[in-house]
């Protein structure tokens, strides 16, 4: 039961785990409180799943400690399983059965009698929209389909604490939209959920705090405006219709904002990160706006014009000095920027 | 992005948001299962793999068909006149070789499984340890009472006749299994341990063929010189082979059925907790 509502639902205290030489996870402290989407954000190979893995009793950590619940994760293991589940990178439901013999087989262990535990996964297969598919072989399931049966099966029995382990990799933005709704459906009822992810945009979606995880260290933690905070109040992006306006463009940006204006790939593109304070004198809105009037007033044709939050990728740019290998495309279709 | 995948979604119908959060609210649990309750559970998952890949029983059964015919009439003639004769001192010999022989799959499907998220999964549950690999070996002895009713049908037809009846039989059969039962813990511990199936494979084709060859399953081991004969009397496979074949015969072998058993009891101890110790590790 979530009678800790207040307390923590997960603390780990100098965790530590080496594969040989390498230290994949080194001296993590993490402090989760309960009921809320927790948001552990990385590249690859950063040490997230290895993190995952110690909590939910996978793995055995090589030094520090961990509670989940109070429980230590090693010496009261039995526990701590009693209340998490664990939905992994890859679907852990078994391919070879069909999405209702994976969820009774599951119930089933979980102590469910065999009509309880037929009609929970028929519940659950309806709930996720996946009762066309029960009969078929979780292997014939689409991605989308694989990511809602695997975490179907991780709330047979409502956790206390569930651990998505990069629920959306690999899947197409409409299946991933449809796991985010589910997420923030199983946090609704008071699971504690502590989410691993590589896409920014997706922590920035689901997760109240966030730890920034890189090279087996906790780089960053705080609430999603906290870490936005400490890079600046946002960004300008500009789309030309002439790629030969750019440079007289770039030097009317940088004098309105009173900015530096990096001059993005694409040869039309160009974004000005605006300071946390005025710019000018102004707000940044406003000075935004001075400046795309300027631009009109000269005769550069502006096509699209954005106001937005400083995204994660320029979180996380900023607090390791390198750059993500998630860092692609996604960065300029982000979605949450304030159209001026 | 692909066009494929997005088509996929399409057909999807949408996660039903209320009817989740009823479901949610449900939290009593039930009891934690009983261990053997979570081991007959792993059991039946194996039963519905059977199901789902029945090309799986061709190892129990086209396998050991082979063996009887093969090795019946190839020295049949030489060992024992002829080989209507020989079946009667072979089928149960060679019953234990072939079974114990496919017992080595087990070690292939454990790691086949442990590639595979599912494996973390059940890792993560709050249920008895050793349920899982109980289970794999719970679904493995229906496998291994499968290839003995075979054997022993295609034995019949040959020409075998025990003289121990049905009950001698499936004395003889039910001594088999609860050895071979035993003895898969080995490759329990051989699947968890080696890294790919490839090497599982190759690792129980050194032990096995040894182990079930030099045995008296063929011949009595009279013939063979002083230091073989040393192994073979002592091989678990010779003791379980006689107590098989004097049991199918009608007698009681009191000294080769507790050998048998108490192999299997070594086996269980030393390679379970071994396997046990692997499984938590990995």
Redesign the interface.
Known sequence: MSAQTSGLAIETAGLVKTFGETRAVDGVDLAVPAGTVYGVLGPNGAGKTTTVKMLATLLRPDGGEAHVFGHDVVREADEVRGRVSLTGQYASVDEDLTGTENLVLLGRLLGHGKRAARLRSEQLLEAFGLSEAAGKQVKHYSGGMRRRIDIAASILNTPDLLFLDEPTTGLDPRSRNQVWDIVRAVVTQGTTVLLTTQYLDEADQLASRIAVIDRGKVIAEGTKGELKASVGAGSVHLRLRDAAQRAQAEEILRLALDAEVQREPDPVALTARVGGGSVNGQGAAEAAARALAELARVGVVVDNFALGQPSLDEVFLALTGHDTKAHDSRHVEKKDEAAV | ??TA??T???E??????E?????????E?????SAL??SL??G??AI??IK??PEQLFDVTAFPIMMVLMYTYLFGGALAGSPEEYIQFLLPGILVMSVVMITMYTGVSVNADIE???F????????WRP?TMVGYLLGDALRYAIASVVMLTVGLILGYRPDGGVMGVVAGIALLIVFSFAFSWIWTMFGLMLRTEKSVMGVSMMVIFPLTFLSNVFVDPSTMPGWLQAFVNNSPITHLASAVRELMAGEWPTAEIAWSLGWSGLFVLVFGPVTMRLYN?K
């Open positions: 992005m692909s995948t997005s996929d979604s399409k999807l119908a949408p996660v039903s948001a009817s989740l959060a009823a479901l949610l609210i449900a939290k649990r039930p009891p934690r299962p309750s979570a559970t792993f039946w998952r519905l793999k789902h890949v595979k998220g599912v973390d999964r059940f890792r993560s549950l709050p249920i349920a590790r």
